[in-house]
């Protein structure tokens, strides 16, 4: 299994954006590999919050229901464990973001030791590869 992060989503998205071509053929990468590729309801949630903001809710929707749908991805919804973990893994690892947070935790609970992201704040949590 490899857990998808934010940026690549919003890269892919976003032609303009500095990581889109490395995005697409990490697109392809992922997809060629077999693997299950995992994401949470955060990354929706940071995906479907930029996607309103530059392109309106309609393209939000539309552009989060088919991450949804996708039969390349797997939706992770945490316990209520897993937040209280992310929680106290925002002050261990010093993230910013609680969606980065919850990412390690719902991977280290369940095994994944391979993140496709552009945040190199993962390279800080040892036990992780990022693939970017």
Do not use: C
């Not at 991450?67 to 797997?74: G, H, K, P, V």
């Amino acid at each position: 299994m490899i857990f998808v992060d934010t940026g690549v989503f919003i890269a892919l998205a976003r032609v303009a954006d500095e990581h889109h071509s490395r995005a697409v053929s990490l697109s392809h990468e992922l997809e060629a590999s077999g693997e299950t590729l995992v994401f949470s309801e955060a990354i929706l949630a940071e995906f479907a919050s930029y996607v309103s903001r530059y392109h309106g809710p309609a393209a939000a929707r539309d552009e989060s229901v088919k991450l949804m749908e996708s039969s390349a991805l797997s939706l992770v919804v945490p316990t209520p464990a897993e937040i209280r973990g992310a929680l106290d893994a925002l002050k261990q690892y010093s993230f910013s973001s609680y969606a980065d947070a919850l990412s390690v935790t719902l991977m280290q609970g369940r095994g994944i030791r391979r993140i496709a992201s552009f945040d190199s704040d993962f390279d800080r949590v040892k036990g992780l590869k990022r693939i970017h």
